[in-house]
């Protein structure tokens, strides 16, 4: 099984509606991270978790909502999706000190 | 100016050669430096990670950092079709930073 798992894997969605990305994990981690990922932009983050109770803004946080329901799982929301927030979205996780892994991640198209 | 900037590529390389890639940073606090593979469509993998100026090798791969010039590299040699990825910069200030990506290069392998 992987050790970080997003669903939905790819999901198309129009404008206005609201979504849920969720990401859970088995290794154990208390870090937390979503990214988002656009042709020639590299990953940008957009929200980070370091604990249950510690969530924090990243790069592009706007129209964005993120949810630590347990250390194991991270959502993240769109509240009413727009087109230009059609993209590759992941889900990282690590321990203090360590470096960042991945999960799979939620192709996003907003028609 | 950008966080950590990387040439976009693509970089060519033809089979059974060196492939260099360069990623510079701006901040002279960062402490840890990372590359990732990403297949196109997949998530990103980590291959190496440096944390003190000099060389550190790991199979194909090299990593060299030099702090004073805010530069990390990785050489990857005997290149195979199957390094033909893009490939990411990472870099992080201290273990309660948040990792700062740059856009990545994209490297082909030629047969």
């Known amino acids: 099984d992987a050790d970080v798992t997003q669903t939905p894997r790819n999901r198309i969605t129009k404008t206005g509606k609201r979504i849920m990305l969720e990401c859970s994990q088995t290794?154990?981690?208390?870090?937390m991270y979503w990214y988002r990922q656009d042709p020639g932009l590299g990953l940008r983050l957009i929200y980070y978790?370091?604990?249950?109770?510690?969530?924090n803004k990243g790069e592009i946080s706007d129209g964005y909502s993120v949810s630590r329901q347990a250390q194991a799982k991270f959502s993240l929301s769109l509240e009413s999706a727009i087109p230009n927030q059609t993209a590759l979205y992941f889900c990282a996780t690590s321990r203090r000190g360590d470096t960042q892994y991945f999960g799979p991640g939620t192709r996003l198209t907003v028609l | 100016q950008k966080e950590v900037e990387q040439n976009s590529g693509p970089l060519s390389v033809p089979e059974g050669a060196i492939a260099s890639l360069n990623c510079t940073y701006s901040?002279?606090?960062?402490?840890?430096f990372f590359w990732y593979r990403q297949y196109s469509g997949k998530s990103p993998e980590l291959i190496m990670s440096?944390?003190?100026?000099g060389d550190k090798e790991d199979g194909r791969f090299t990593a060299q950092l030099n702090k004073a010039s805010q530069y990390v590299s990785l050489l990857i040699r005997d290149s195979q079709p199957s390094d033909s990825a893009t490939y990411l910069c990472?870099?992080?200030?201290?273990?309660?930073?948040?990792?700062?990506f740059g856009a990545g290069t994209t490297v082909t392998v030629r047969a």
């Open positions: 901040d002279r606090g960062s402490q840890s």
């Open positions: 440096i944390y003190s100026n």
């Open positions: 978790s370091f604990d249950v109770k510690d969530i």
């Open positions: 990472a870099v992080r200030k201290g273990n309660d930073y948040k990792l700062s």
């Open positions: 290794k154990g981690h208390d870090r």
